[in-house]
């Protein structure tokens, strides 16, 4: 069983910038993909970025790439989500998600653990 803890949501206003981590515990972390999701009000989860487990590939959906960055640290156990540029379309619950399979990453189908999620309102 893995465990994942988000946390670095808030309130920014547009243009502004936030840092997500999501500390993970229970397996080791280095044999995990990981990725993270938003679910705004109303709508369906969607990917936002990926990292694979030894941080060489990153995947990013297509309204984030250029303001949004995924890194790890696997000595640290944790996973960020550097977000720039923020836009009150960004607003949204993120989840931090790992996988075991560690392909289809921008798929949630292929994630095993999900955290509880961490709000971002952006305002305009």
């Known amino acids: 069983q893995v465990h994942l803890a988000e946390s670095g949501g808030g309130l920014v206003q547009a243009g502004g910038s936030l840092r997500l981590s999501c500390a993970a515990s229970g397996r080791t972390f280095s044999t995990l993909a990981m990725g993270w999701f938003r679910q705004a009000p109303g709508k369906e989860r969607e990917f936002v970025a990926a990292?694979?487990?030894?941080?060489?590939?990153?995947y990013y959906a297509d309204s984030v790439k250029g303001r949004f960055t995924i890194s790890r640290d696997n000595a640290k156990n944790t996973v960020y989500l550097q977000m720039n540029s923020l836009k009150p379309e960004d607003t949204a619950v993120y989840y931090c998600?790992?996988?075991?399979?560690?392909?289809?990453?921008?798929?949630?189908?292929?994630?095993?653990?999900w955290g509880q999620g961490t709000q971002v309102t952006v305002s305009s």
């Open positions: 990292i694979s487990r030894g941080g060489y590939s990153t």
């Open positions: 998600a790992a996988g075991v399979a560690g392909v289809g990453l921008a798929s949630a189908v292929r994630y095993d653990y």
